[in-house]
């Protein structure tokens, strides 16, 4: 049976250039009204993702090879209220219009959560909040 999920896989210091050239791709950069930045940006940051308890990076893997796509960051993994929330989710051009990667990374997003959080609910409309 193929594997039609989309994995999400903790950032990793290896993954800076990966990160680095998604950075400055000029359709992303654009889309997202952002410049230029440095391999030694994307080191920092995923060194940082690695030692943050309230900030976490992922990868975002999508089928049919799992090869990174994305990424997404999200913080709020420590807050007091135990409520995450995405930080940024950047697609490659490449991937854009499929609509699978995002919306498993979004799911993946809610299984990151404790149960607690994504079984949250707006009081007054009963909506899931993430």
Known sequence: MPDTEVRL?????????????LANDSVLMEALCEGPTSLAVWEAASAAWSADADEAGFLILPPPRHQPAGWIAINGLGSPDRVAWIK???????????????????A?????????TVDRRDQRTGAHLL
């Open 9 to 21: 896989r903790p950032i990793t210091a290896a993954d800076a250039p990966f990160l680095c050239a």
């Open 108 to 116: 993946g997003h809610a299984r990151l959560c404790s149960p607690e």
């Open 88 to 106: 940024m989710l950047a697609l490659h051009p490449t991937a854009w219009g499929s609509g699978a990667p995002a919306r498993q990374a979004l």
